[in-house]
């Protein structure tokens, strides 16, 4: 299994290469600008958590399948209840063999198919952790400072879940430790406060918490690789292709999104690392958005989150 990484695109370029010297032009031929607007437009849809839950989250870091030198992981994120984007990146993780699997969080949100995303991850008996959505849509947290997609979105799936549904979705943990490697949504600065990593005093603010020399994230539903050196000193890549992490320091690999890439690129989004060559290839999987798009429209969900999709927004 694991050639599936190293294979698919031989001749990748490295993250050094990839790595811009400063903070200017953060991901690739994207202008600061540019992804600052992205990234103002993400935040917006994405309000903090807060302490207003009705019963305590679990935030314990929980035990996870342990990862050896020679294991193969695959590492998904922010499904939000898109079936059809699950399905296609569940049998690419079967093509590719890959059996080790981890899942970042949200699950729920935007989309139709709530129950059977939920019940579809369940049943993969993967380690999964929880996500704004997820804690959103398993607690009666007040919904007001969301955007009207994400507020209707979450409203939907409350009605759609069962009381243990729901349960399970918020006694979730925000954190999960395996081997070497850290599992989180959003940031390892106040995980349950689902603090984004989109610029380099937040990747500081992160990597002060992580202790493991690897940690995966989404939240941001856009791909990248964070590195900071043993000095201290803080790159970030565009997450495409396959990259090779450098030996030392720390990283942050975002896995991006399975069902709602914001990235300009349509397909599923999900990572595949390999411990040994610490080799991460960034999956894109194409997938049936039109009948995401439509059961989006049949259940009377906001037309902007079928829109986003179909705009590769
Ligand atoms: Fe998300």
Same mark, same amino acid.
């Given at each position: ?75 998904? /994120? ?48 993967? /380690? ?113 292709? /396959? ?71």
């Amino acid at each position: 299994m694991a050639p599936a990484i190293s294979s698919t695109v031989p001749q990748s370029p490295t993250i050094k290469q990839l790595c811009l010297p400063t903070f200017q032009s953060p991901i690739g031929k994207f202008s600061s600008n540019s992804i600052q607007l992205l990234f103002s437009v993400i935040v917006r849809e994405y309000p903090r958590a807060d302490q207003t839950l009705g019963e305590p989250l679990n935030n314990s870091h929980t035990p996870a399948e342990a990862i050896t030198d020679d294991s193969v992981i695959a590492v998904f /994120s922010d499904i939000h209840s898109n079936l059809e984007a699950l399905k296609a990146v569940i049998e690419d993780m079967d093509a590719c063999g890959i059996e080790q699997r981890y899942c970042l969080g949200d699950i729920v949100g935007y989309g139709a198919n709530p129950s059977q995303c939920l019940e579809l991850v369940r049943s993969m008996r993967c /380690s999964i952790i929880q996500g704004n959505h997820d804690a959103a849509a398993g607690t009666d947290i007040s919904l007001e400072m969301m955007s009207p997609g994400a507020r209707f979105g979450i409203e939907f799936t409350r009605k759609k879940l069962s009381a243990p549904q729901r349960r399970f979705l918020r006694g979730l943990p925000v954190t999960i430790v395996a081997g070497d490697h850290q599992f989180v949504h959003a940031s390892l600065d106040e995980p349950a406060d689902w603090n984004y990593v989109i610029n380099q005093w937040e990747a500081q603010l992160h990597f002060s918490f992580q202790e493991r020399s690897v940690c995966f994230c989404g939240h941001t539903h856009v791909p990248a690789i964070w590195h900071q050196s043993a000095k201290g000193k803080i790159r970030v890549a565009k997450g495409t292709g /396959s990259l090779r992490l450098p030996r030392g320091g720390k990283a942050l690999i975002n896995v991006g999104s399975v069902g709602q890439p914001r990235d300009g690129a349509a397909e599923a989004c999900y990572v595949l690392f390999d411990c040994k060559s610490r080799r991460v290839e960034f999956r894109r999987v194409p997938y049936d958005n039109e009948t995401t798009c439509r059961k989006i429209l049949r259940a009377k969900l906001p037309p902007e989150n079928a829109e986003r999709l179909r705009a590769q927004r």
